[in-house]
């Protein structure tokens, strides 16, 4: 049933390329015009819809973080992502023209459920993304856009989370595609290109597992490890803590590379790891030069740099002690192929301790309690 993988992790890891390509599947016309039949919500009130409201936990709430860069980007409307326990508390802000997004993985969240339980009473819609069919969150939901990552297994998500951007994405090109935000033309593109991703996501399995392993072994004593991003990859870099954490059991912190000066550069200790996402070098644009100059600074105070950097980046060697590269994509898609190595990093690190990566210590697949 592992199919010949040591766990279900690294199985499911290495399905990230057919969770990517099965959730694109059937969701495009000939021409590259979305088409989501299955979500039964009209046009119109597509069109009306003025906000959305991610509501997640976990990983799921790392992928609404990273869809909403890209649908505020396409569709110009609000997104706010909040985590599914806050939202109920915290006196929402719902209307008829509000769509919550419910995501998650099994559907059976406790805390996604009560969440989007509230938004319907107080008459908001809710799509879930969700990846288990019949599950409780999208029978509860207005409409449901399943993520077609097969059954994930392992406590940790890994190919859910590639598959639930995917969805969103498609949601977001869909609004788009209706509210008239974005030429057809241009999400013909965005289409082909992430039509692209599943071979990209398959390159760093094929090229990078070597080093990533190399780079776990070289770390196993560290006590604890900081992950920094910016933009898009902020919410990864949040999600690769999240996974050391859960399965190899290490002190991580994930946080926004602009914060560093603010505070977790006090955190930097001589030898001890800082991965740092890396944006595109291509333009030298401001975010990448900024970035650079955060390995910089950790680097001078004697962290053990690991870089995820865009292969030909040529100024990322200067400060990185260790790089894992991606190839060439759009900084929206770049989530997909970033987060690859890191949960290959956590799967090492865990193995090389000897934990159960699949079952990890005191967590469950499914929090079926608030
Ligand atoms: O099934 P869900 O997607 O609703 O689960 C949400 C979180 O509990 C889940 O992502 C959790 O954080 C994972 N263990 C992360 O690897």
């Known amino acids: 049933e592992k199919g010949g993988w040591d766990s279900f992790m690294e199985k499911e890891i290495h399905e990230d390329p057919t969770a990517v390509n099965d959730t694109l599947l059937g969701r495009f016309n000939q021409a590259g015009d979305i088409v989501l039949d299955e979500v039964r919500i009209e046009p119109d009130v597509f069109r009306s819809i003025d906000k959305i409201i991610v509501v997640a936990c976990g990983t799921a709430s790392y992928a609404g973080m990273v869809a909403k860069y890209a649908i505020e980007h396409w569709v110009r409307i609000p997104v706010e992502v909040e985590l599914a326990h806050e939202f109920r508390y915290r006196d929402p802000i719902l209307t008829p023209r509000t769509l919550v997004v419910a995501i998650s993985q099994s559907g059976e969240t406790m805390d996604t459920l009560m969440a989007l339980r509230h938004a319907r009473e107080q008459g908001s819609r809710v799509l879930a993304i969700c990846n288990t069919q019949g ?105 690769g803590a999240l996974k050391l954490k859960e399965i190899a059991y290490t002190f991580t912190e994930g946080f926004a590379a602009g914060e560093l000066k603010h505070g977790p550069i006090a955190l930097v200790e001589a030898g001890e790891p800082v991965v740092v996402i890396v944006p595109s070098a291509r333009g030298r644009d401001t975010l990448h030069n900024k970035v650079i100059s955060g390995i910089e600074e950790v680097k001078a105070r004697g962290a053990y740099t690991v870089a995820v950097a865009e292969e030909g980046d040529s100024d990322v060697g200067k400060y990185a002690d260790v790089v894992f590269w991606r190839p060439e994509c759009p900084t929206l898609l770049s989530p997909l192929v970033d987060v690859v190595p890191l949960q290959l990093l956590a799967l090492d690190m865990a193995r090389l301790k000897g934990y159960d990566v699949d079952k990890p210590r005191n967590l469950a697949k499914s929090v079926t309690v608030e």
């Open 135 to 239: 599950s409780t969150i999208p029978r509860e939901s207005d409409a449901v856009l399943y993520t077609h990552a097969g059954p994930e297994i392992a406590v940790a998500s890994t190919k859910a989370f590639v598959a639930q951007i995917v969805a969103a994405y498609l949601l977001g090109l869909y609004l788009a595609q209706v509210k008239n935000t974005l030429f057809a033309d241009e999400i013909h593109q965005i289409v082909a290109q992430l039509k692209a991703m599943p071979a990209k996501i398959q390159r760093v399995l094929d090229t990078q597992a070597g080093t990533v392993e190399a780079t776990a072994k070289r770390l196993l004593d560290a006590h604890s490890f900081l992950f920094l991003g910016r933009h898009v990859g902020y919410p990864v870099a949040m999600e």
